[in-house]
């Protein structure tokens, strides 16, 4: 993929080691979308989703995965084929085998962010989000950004023609179930039994606080980082069951703000320094 | 005759707008050149996932020319005495090129005017559809717009080619960043990926020969063929949904059936977790042998038969894991107790200011008692009722429900069965979600349908009282469509009972409810929506519809019964009279109270003559209604006519004497009180 991707022009950027939910909260697709300035990219991001465990007992359901993920602004006319090209690339012959593009409009109301677009099927097995962005951190997007988000345990399970994400070669002798299937178990029983409710809340409360501040001296960056920190957080009080209908919308409106005010405090900078200050 | 084709390329659209987005530009495509003046012969519409197109025959080569009267001077201004062009007349004339003898006078009020017949010759077929087209385009209506370049053009995926065709012709149609062409793409994968197209005509054999089937109907086919073929081959029936065949044709180019298969280990599953499974995603077509799930299902590669088996291999796979995640819930789901979970009810939020899931289900048996009393069920009956609500959305708790929404109430049914709940409890848990919209199907039996009744009417009561009254498209609560199944499921059950008393007796339930907030909202909005479904549904006009809900009643039914008996009467002169005189009748008594009178005091024999015919109607009337008999009140009204008439003709209600009057307006309010317990006849446009 990387190979791939590198030729396409991106840049290719590592995992950001603040935790995230998703690749697109990487600050090389959130920031990288805003602004008018030409962005390709292309990195790999484990996604931490706490309500998604199941104590690895699930094959292809879990609480870490990995996504690769791509954003080309402005798209390319021909990016199906791109993306499709990819495919081929790491050894799956399309012709052998059946690929749809099905409707699936993706949304992150925690990060003000919108697009259009599709799930891929490889085979009915879901592979990649792809995406059309719209909006991000509230803002209209012009030029718009195409997001690739590939699930890699899917299409490494697709490859070697395994039944469970636990089952993978990592390598010639190490096995996936090696290495994340006690993390799954821990992280499961974590999320769902034992987090400290009051603490975490606490938590929330300390790295919205860090936030604002951040942004309110202008560091945008800072204060993303910190608003990563909330969307986690936020997360774990959702497996954990502790976030009633009524609580969930202003948990979300409340990271929404701060990562409009990460947006705009960005697209100012652009403007200030008139050169380019990439993601 | 020439050829004009229309194509629209585009990255996949969603399986269930393509079809929309076709019909509404073959419709507005039609619409435009009707308005252009440009005759055609056929049109013809074609769509697939990655295009939109349509074919037009028998196309006028031009516009017909345009005949039109123009207005010039006044004819006291433009001619002079002598008849001669006045200096404004002759300006007139220069304007469209015209000479004295084309002037034409005509009076156009109170003045009289010179005219000229102006004619416009018609353009190109060619010339104008250049113009129309980018328009065209614009005014598709997508449910939702994207912009993919920085054109500012929107539509609801992606437009990447344009195929604009006259005959031979290429029409220079710019859209966006795109020029038409006459190159077309073939399929995705099997196809070549241009294809030069030289005329119209040719477009669905050449889509063919790319492996594209543009026709919807012939994939619709295809797909309906194979099921038949397997249904054929192993014995089994498909099990279709509507969903699913729309969604099959609408994302596939040329569907090529994979016939897959899993282990029969999992045929132990209920049947409905089976097809949930199967029909995930609209993905597979699950089939049943003598009613029982079989382990065979059918899926659609696109383009190409699957030679190698890779892509059975795959679908397999992907439908043996469900499976065993299916199994996994299932076999969780059966370590609780179906009742004990009730418990856990409190933990979900139904709604913030409505409380738990546990309080809507406490609210649902305290309005199922209601209604055991006013439908006139037996004691055993309001029991198991009171036992089915209690237990009827315990199965949210459940891994199965929340990995399958869909199975909602179905899985409570099975769970129930399982734990030895009585028959009766299970099915009326099975069915309570019926109809979930108006045209869904009905729950069989007696106490699914008065548990559908009271969760509806509890979903429709909490949210108005709290203020979420859907407007125009925004109806986040999902309220009118609720309204509509509560409705439907009272007009196709043919269900007599007072909603209003209901909704009165359940007001106590919201004690959450804000200020000024009343019964009144709830009824105003449910009879708004019986309105709709009555006219749409039940093919009411709208004038009955109107007048049967003049006077809201909580029978809704009956609003229905009495606009049928109204519907049956034609709409004939004497009906047109009983309109004219009851608007009469309406007018005289506005704002007069509903009073005793004495016939004592009538003076004269029309007033005498119209009291025998009341006192003969009235007791019909009542008797009629007593039986739902809404088409004998009817009847028994329509002979009131005549001496109403007459009445009008003769007496002078609005007497000095007070006493004289006031009992004639009383006898009169009396008598529009009887009328309406039909409908406002006023209202009718006959």
Sequence with gaps: MHEYWRDQGCVIFEPYDVEKGAGTFNPATFFGCLGPDPWRVAYIEPSRRPTDGRYGENPIRLRLHHQYQVILKPPPPDIQDLYLGSLEYVGIELRDHDVKFSEDDWESPTLGAWGVGWQVWLDEMEITQFTYFQQMGGMDLDPVSVELTYGLERIAIFLQGVESAFELNWSADVKYGEIWHEKERQFSIYNFERADVERIRKMFELAEAEAKACLEAGLVFPAYDHTLHCSHLFNVLDARGAISVAERESYIARIRELARGCAKGYLKLLEERRARVLA | ?686
């Design chain 2, 1 to 686: 005759m020439p050829e004009f084709l229309l194509e629209v390329g585009t990255e996949e659209l969603p399986a269930l707008d393509a079809p929309v987005l076709a019909r509404a530009l073959g419709d507005k495509l039609a619409q435009v050149l009707k308005e252009e003046r440009l005759g055609f012969s056929g049109m013809e519409i074609h769509w697939t996932p990655r295009r939109l197109a349509v074919l037009v025959r028998g196309l006028a080569e031009r516009q017909a020319d345009l005949v039109e009267e123009v207005r010039g001077p006044a004819v006291a201004v433009g001619l002079d005495p002598q008849g001669n062009p006045t200096q404004a007349a002759l300006g007139f004339l220069r304007k469209y090129g015209a000479s004295p003898q084309d002037l034409k006078r005509k009076v156009v009020g109170e003045k009289e005017y010179l005219f000229l017949e102006v004619r416009t010759p018609g353009k190109p077929a060619r010339e104008v559809l250049v113009g129309i087209i980018p328009d065209l385009l614009r005014s598709l209506p997508c449910r939702k717009t994207m912009r993919w370049d920085s054109s500012g053009v929107a539509f609801l995926r992606p437009i990447r080619w344009l195929v604009c065709l006259l005959d031979g012709e290429v029409l220079s149609v710019r859209y966006g960043n795109l020029t038409a062409d006459r190159v077309t793409r073939g399929h995705r994968f099997f196809g070549p990926r241009e294809l030069v197209l030289n005329s119209p005509a040719e477009y669905v054999e050449k889509l063919r020969e790319a492996r594209v089937i543009a026709d919807p109907g012939e994939r619709e086919r295809m797909i309906q063929d194979a099921a038949k073929g397997v249904e054929g081959e192993h014995g089994v029936r498909a099990l279709w949904t509507e969903e699913l065949l729309g969604i099959l044709v609408g994302s596939l180019e040329w569907p090529s059936p994979v016939l897959g298969k899993f282990p029969s280990e999992f045929l132990d599953l209920p049947a409905p977790v089976i097809a949930a499974v199967l029909h995930e995603e609209g993905k597979f077509v699950p089939f049943a042998r003598n009613g029982e799930p079989a382990p065979v299902f059918l899926g659609f590669r696109d383009g190409k038969e699957d030679e190698k088996g890779y892509v059975r291999k795959g679908y397999e796979r992907v439908v043996k894991a469900r499976l065993r995640d299916a199994r996994f819930f299932f076999e969780n789901d059966l370590k609780r107790p179906l009742a004990e979970r009730v418990l856990d009810l409190r933990e979900i939020v139904y709604e913030a200011r409505l409380g738990s899931v546990w309080d809507k289900v406490q609210r649902i048996r305290e309005i199922c008692k209601h209604l055991v009393d006013s439908l006139g069920l037996d004691g055993e009956q309001g029991t198991l009722l009171d036992r089915a609500a209690f237990l009827c959305k315990a199965d949210l708790t459940t891994e199965m429900v929340r990995e399958f929404p869909e199975l909602q109430g179905v899985m409570g049914g099975i769970y129930a069965r399982h734990f030895g709940e009585p028959e009766e409890v299970a099915v009326a848990i099975e069915e309570h979600l019926l109809p979930r919209t108006r045209a869904d199907e009905l729950p069989e039996s007696t106490l699914g349908t008065v548990l559908s009744l009271a969760d509806k009417l509890d979903t429709v009561m909490g949210a108005i009282l709290i203020g979420e009254v859907p407007t125009g498209s925004r109806d986040p609560y999902g309220i009118r469509r609720a309204a509509n199944a509560l409705i439907s499921l009272i007009l196709r059950k043919g269900l007599v009972v007072d909603l209003f008393s209901t909704i009165d007796a359940a007001l106590e339930l919201y004690p959450q409810i804000p200020e000024g907030r009343d019964a009144g909202a709830v009824k105003g909005f449910l009879v708004e929506r019986l309105r709709h479904i009555i006219r749409d549904d039940f093919g009411i006009p709208h004038d009955i519809a109107e007048a049967v809900l003049a006077v809201p009643r909580g029978d809704f039914l009956g609003a229905l019964e009495r606009a049928r008996a109204l519907a049956s009467l034609g709409r004939d002169a004497a009906l047109a009279e009983l309109a004219q005189i009851f608007e009469r009748l309406r007018n005289i008594t506005k704002g007069h109270e509903l009073t005793s009178f004495d016939p004592e005091l009538f003076q004269q024999e029309e007033e005498r003559e119209l009291w025998r015919e009341y006192l003969k109607a009235e007791g019909r009337v009542r008797q009629a209604l007593a039986n739902r008999d809404f088409a004998g009140a009817l009847e028994a009204l329509l002979p009131l006519g005549g001496p109403l008439h007459r009445y009008f003709e003769k007496v002078f209600v609005m007497v000095e004497d007070e006493r004289i009057r006031e009992n004639r307006l009383s006898f009169l309010r009396a008598l529009l009180s009887l009328f309406l317990e039909i409908g406002d006849l006023s209202v009718l446009s006959v």
